[in-house]
């Protein structure tokens, strides 16, 4: 049987901006049949070319079938789109960036509404959507039961990374993944400030800063092994005594280059917090520790 006689799993999705358009259009070329519904109808036109039904209203789209996924700005905007709208014993799948309390409080009223939940957190930006080979993928969290029995459907825009019941886990992987990303943009930033004023080509540099960049890669797992056993002093190759020694040279440096010092400065700082409660032996993995010290006063009562 050739891949386009199996019978494909029809679907709705809400929501046709960037990320939702590239999403449709993968179900689409996957031969699923697809019901879409966007606030501004215009967004849908292009999608009916191709093969979509286009409802006019979410409680049409929704009645379309038992899968509906929501890809839409903020949870805000899913609030206000799925308002009033019955979706008894429907598996709602929620593609939208959440918070890991968002996706909780979602999971609880979806369950008091009779209906099937997992949150998704997208790790992709939309050209990699429904590209082989691109590396995008999705935290999925909270019901197991209906993530395997659209674990086909969903893998076709990317790859699916089920993450645990919890339904807000998929958006904490997600943000911590985001978080991670943007402390490296903050580096990346103050490297190429650093240069700004010089002649260094940013294209010369660009390949020297990548490949160190990955290479230091392996800190990642050097640190979750101590997270894991809680002895930071494993393992350790540059003490924190060390590097701390060399704060002054970057903070000096970024000073007669002329530029801030105020992206990396946090970080330096709370190095030489460790320092001063004497664990200058350690690697550079307490500072989560001071870090996860805050009360988190924003935490909702989990599902
Ligand atoms: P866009 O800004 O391109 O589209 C936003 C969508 O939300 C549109 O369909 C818009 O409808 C709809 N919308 C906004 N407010 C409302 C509302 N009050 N009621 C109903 N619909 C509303 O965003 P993306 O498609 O790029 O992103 C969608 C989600 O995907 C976001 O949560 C984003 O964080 C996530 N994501 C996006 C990535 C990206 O690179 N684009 C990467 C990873 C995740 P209308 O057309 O009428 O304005």
Same mark, same amino acid.
């Given at each position: @049987?050739? =891949?386009?006689?199996?019978?494909?799993?029809?679907?709705?999705?809400?929501?046709?901006?960037?990320?939702?358009?590239?999403?449709?259009?993968?179900?689409?070329?996957?031969?699923?049949?697809? #019901?879409?519904? +966007?606030?501004?109808?215009?967004?849908?036109?292009?999608?009916? *070319?191709?093969?979509?039904?286009?409802?006019? #209203?979410?409680?049409?789209?929704?009645?379309?079938?038992?899968?509906?996924?929501?890809?839409?700005?903020?949870?805000?905007?899913?609030?206000?789109?799925? *308002?009033?709208?019955?979706?008894?014993?429907?598996?709602?799948? +929620?593609?939208?960036?959440?918070?890991?309390?968002?996706?909780?409080?979602? $999971?609880?009223?979806?369950?008091?509404?009779?209906?099937?939940?997992? =949150?998704?957190?997208?790790?992709?930006?939309?050209? @990699?959507?429904? *590209?082989?080979?691109?590396?995008?993928?999705?935290?999925?969290?909270?019901?197991?039961? !209906?993530?395997?029995?659209?674990?086909?459907?969903? $893998?076709?825009?990317?790859?699916?990374?089920?993450?645990?019941?919890?339904?807000?886990?998929?958006?904490?992987? =997600?943000?911590?993944?985001?978080?991670?990303?943007?402390? @490296?943009?903050?580096?990346?930033?103050?490297?190429?400030?650093?240069?700004?004023?010089?002649?260094?080509?940013? #294209?010369?540099?660009?390949?020297?800063?990548?490949?160190?960049?990955?290479?230091?890669?392996?800190?990642?797992?050097?640190?979750?092994?101590?997270? %894991?056993?809680?002895?930071?002093?494993?393992?350790?190759?540059?003490?924190?005594?060390?590097?701390?020694?060399? +704060?002054?040279?970057?903070?000096? #440096?970024?000073?007669?280059?002329?530029?801030? %010092?105020?992206? !990396?400065?946090?970080?330096?700082?709370?190095?030489?917090?460790?320092?001063? =409660?004497?664990?200058? +032996?350690?690697?550079?993995?307490?500072?989560?520790?001071?870090?996860?010290?805050?009360?988190?006063?924003?935490?909702?009562?989990?599902?």
């Amino acid at each position: @049987m050739t =891949d386009n006689a199996i019978e494909k799993s029809p679907l709705t999705l809400l929501g046709l901006g960037a990320m939702g358009t590239a999403l449709a259009r993968a179900w689409l070329a996957a031969g699923h049949p697809l #019901t879409v519904w +966007n606030r501004s109808p215009g967004r849908a036109e292009p999608l009916a *070319a191709e093969g979509a039904a286009v409802a006019g #209203t979410v409680a049409e789209a929704v009645a379309a079938g038992r899968l509906v996924v929501v890809c839409l700005l903020d949870d805000a905007s899913v609030d206000e789109a799925l *308002a009033g709208v019955d979706l008894a014993g429907k598996d709602l799948v +929620n593609l939208t960036t959440s918070t890991p309390g968002q996706a909780r409080a979602r $999971a609880i009223r979806a369950r008091e509404r009779g209906v099937h939940f997992v =949150d998704g957190g997208i790790m992709a930006v939309p050209p @990699m959507i429904g *590209a082989p080979g691109s590396g995008a993928h999705v935290f999925y969290s909270g019901s197991r039961t !209906l993530f395997d029995s659209h674990r086909e459907t969903l $893998a076709v825009p990317a790859g699916t990374s089920y993450v645990g019941e919890d339904a807000g886990f998929a958006a904490l992987h =997600d943000v911590a993944l985001l978080s991670a990303m943007n402390g @490296m943009f903050a580096g990346v930033s103050h490297a190429f400030a650093l240069i700004r004023k010089e002649n260094i080509e940013p #294209t010369a540099f660009a390949p020297l800063l990548a490949d160190w960049l990955v290479a230091m890669t392996s800190s990642v797992h050097a640190a979750a092994a101590q997270l %894991a056993d809680g002895d930071y002093t494993r393992g350790v190759v540059s003490n924190l005594a060390m590097q701390v020694a060399g +704060n002054a040279t970057l903070l000096r #440096t970024a000073e007669e280059q002329g530029v801030s %010092a105020e992206l !990396l400065a946090p970080y330096l700082a709370l190095m030489e917090r460790l320092l001063a =409660d004497g664990r200058g +032996n350690e690697s550079t993995t307490g500072v989560v520790d001071l870090l996860a010290l805050r009360p988190t006063r924003l935490r909702t009562v989990g599902a």
